[in-house]
């Protein structure tokens, strides 16, 4: 069975800081991975995916993400992060050639410091 | 925009009462539609998959007569929660896969609906 791990539950920085959250991944194959933000009361909103290729992706409001076959890991990362981006983040996977099951994350919830 | 919709966003109502959730896909039509709940600083645990004119297929430990789901057509899918209680308020959110997207694009998600119940 898929599983995603979030080891951090709360994060804070302070702003124009540079953000790393974590998540680790089990699947037998190579699986679709997923991050997504919400924001308080909100619905997903996602911020980047990585199906197969290039092991670094871009993403939405400057996120991006690397895959780690060999650490089974896709962290996200932002180099500079802003006020706006207090949210709760969520890593997520999917059967590699169907993804008709997302298993979620238990989230990060960060929180940004002037 | 928004291609996956919910309504209503907010409900509340009182214990024992019944009330059903929408979900609808806005310009495709979606044969699979999966139901998601949410507890308060908790992730998103999928409840159900909804197939178009057939049964929903319910995750292990989710209640098929407590949470009906119905998708009478291509573009909607409902759950009810039937005679409602306190520890059935959570944030519930459906998603729905656009065949024309693609096998490589993920499912859209709705806005969610939280739901309180008095």
């Known amino acids: 069975a898929q599983s995603v791990t979030q080891p951090d539950i709360h994060i804070t920085v302070s702003e124009g800081a540079s953000l790393e959250l974590r998540c680790n991944y089990s699947y037998g194959a190579t699986p679709y991975l997923f991050w997504y933000v919400q924001s308080p009361g909100q619905g997903l909103q996602l911020l980047l995916k990585?199906?197969?290729?290039?092991?670094l992706v871009q993403g939405i409001k400057g996120f991006e993400a690397e895959f780690k076959r060999s650490q089974s890991s896709f962290n996200l990362r932002k180099p500079s992060v802003h006020w706006s981006d207090a949210a709760e983040y969520f890593c997520?996977?999917?059967?590699?050639?169907?993804?008709?099951?997302?298993?979620f994350g238990t989230g990060t919830k960060l929180q940004v410091i002037p | 925009g928004a291609v996956v919709s919910q309504h209503p966003s907010w409900v509340i109502c009182k214990s024992g009462t019944s009330v059903k959730i929408e979900c609808r896909s806005l310009?495709?039509?979606?044969?699979?539609m999966f139901w998601y709940r949410q507890f308060p600083k908790q992730s998103l645990m999928l409840m159900a998959t909804?197939?178009?004119?057939?049964?929903?297929?319910?995750e292990q430990g989710v209640e098929k007569d407590k949470f009906l789901i119905n998708h009478a057509s291509l573009t909607l899918s409902t759950l009810t929660v039937t005679s409602a209680h306190p520890e059935d308020s959570s944030f519930y959110i459906c998603?729905?896969?656009?065949?024309?997207?693609?096998?490589?694009?993920?499912?859209?998600f709705g806005d969610g609906t939280r739901l309180s119940i008095l």
């Open positions: 310009d495709f039509q979606a044969t699979t």
């Open positions: 998603s729905a896969r656009n065949p024309r997207d693609g096998d490589n694009q993920p499912q859209h």
């Open positions: 909804s197939n178009e004119g057939s049964k929903a297929t319910y």
């Open positions: 990585y199906f197969s290729g290039d092991t």
């Open positions: 997520a996977v999917a059967p590699s050639g169907g993804y008709q099951k997302v298993t």
